[in-house]
């Protein structure tokens, strides 16, 4: 069974005006993979990880999460709202900015999805948001609004929120870039931890460390191409292709992970 | 030298709460009336459909860029003749101002919804919500908290506007007070006293006004 990918994205493309951010990208992701996107900004990782839940609706191509498959391109038909809110909730999704709701506390916060979109009895809901708040270490910051909270918090919470909807997959979308240094150790230890439980993620990402560290793969891309990919600590330590040997020499490569996972 | 002479209004008392009434009342109705036309219009030039946008659009325009005044004496006497309905002054009025409120509230609503930031919707898409749960549940809750100081603003200019309807003869505040000043041939102290009568109920509600905005300012 684990010989499918859960996530099988084939010549995915998409441009946003004469831009072509995507050019025929093909990406899979083994069930419990974890997969980091690398490369410079602008070079598409973050437009392949709105494709794969569709944020973003691809020009052409396909993209299957588990038993959905949805075809893009001239005579295909996009799919309709509902169909798209369905799909959309078995995949979890993070943002770099959170994105928490701020008019709402942060137990609110995560038993959203799962009351208003799984339908769940509020008590219900409810024990499950504790569970995950006092999965990712928040259960006591439950009744407070997230302006109250600081970025690495948010993020945890925002994590919380979406591993509320029992996704099964889980995609990142540079998820530390807002925080101040300190914080971003807290949020990857999450990520972390989700990784060694078994969870399917994408992770775009500009920690090259974490990324050796917690992800299988490491898929490198550049104006919208795959450039080179592979195991992760493979592609990190000995790059094939100069332009990756470029993009990497801005990083410390090895080394430990940020203070707040080392320690744990 | 003028002598002022307010003592007199006293016997006409009851015919000035009478308009009052119905200035109060007539608010209440087009405040209520403008909300929904502005909410219809607001979703509709925000619609993913070109040609509701640019029917919204076209509304909203033809009744922000037109005087209120002639409005009202288009409904009451144009109208009927094109469309061939016959119209009470108080249904004409009432209609014209609905509508005419109703453009600026679109403007408002619309507004307050476009600032909310893109990532509040995206993160409900992302957990499963559809576009209708995305707007009820997530934006407009926030969006609502920042209109509420430009609604109330508009619904006191709203009150205002009433006393525009004495022109088609529906008996207001300033339409009784113009009988008044008529037969008591004291046209200063009633006007004086309409104008007293208008800020008397509209300075509390503005003080109330600031205060809301204070406290959300906190909240934020």
Known sequence: MSDTPKIEVRSLRKSFGSNEVLKSISLDVAKGGVVALIGPSGSGKSTLLRCINLLVVPDGGSVRVGDTRFEFGTGARLPDVKTLARFRATTGMVFQHFNLFPHMTTLRNVMEGPVTVRRMPRADAEKLARAQLAKVGLSEKADQYPATLSGGQKQRVAIARALAMEPDVMLFDEATSALDPELVGEVLNVIQQLAAEGMTMVIVTHEIAFAREVADRVVFMRDGVVVEEGPARQVIDTPQEAAMRAFLSHFHRTGALPPATAAS | ?220
């Open chain 2, 1 to 220: 030298m003028y002598q002022w002479d307010f003592g007199i209004l006293w016997s006409y008392r009851w015919l000035f709460l009478n308009g009052l009434g119905v200035t109060v009342g007539f608010t209440v109705v087009i405040v209520v009336c403008g909300l929904l036309c502005g909410l219809i219009a607001a979703f509709g030039s925000l619609s993913r459909f070109k040609a509701v946008r640019t029917l919204a659009l076209i509304f909203i325009e033809a009744f922000r860029c037109t005087p209120i005044l002639v409005q009202l004496i288009w409904f009451y006497y144009a109208l009927p003749i094109l469309a061939g309905v016959e119209m009470t002054p108080i249904t004409a009025s009432a209609l014209a101002l609905s509508l005419y409120g109703g453009s600026f509230y679109s403007e408002i609503i619309r507004g307050g919804i476009v600032s909310i930031d893109r990532g509040q919707s995206e993160a409900g898409a992302a957990l499963g919500m559809t576009p209708r749960q995305t707007m009820t549940r997530i934006v407009l809750p926030q969006a609502i908290k920042r209109m509420i100081p430009a609604l109330m603003n508009q619904s006191i200019i709203q009150f205002k506007n009433t006393s525009l309807v004495s022109v088609l003869a529906v008996p207001d505040l300033v339409y009784q007070s113009q009988v008044a000043a008529h037969d008591s041939y004291r046209p200063l102290e009633t006007y004086t006293a309409v104008a007293v009568a208008y800020a008397a109920i509209l300075i509390p509600l503005t003080i109330l006004v600031r205060r809301g905005e204070k406290r959300m300012a906190v909240s934020e």
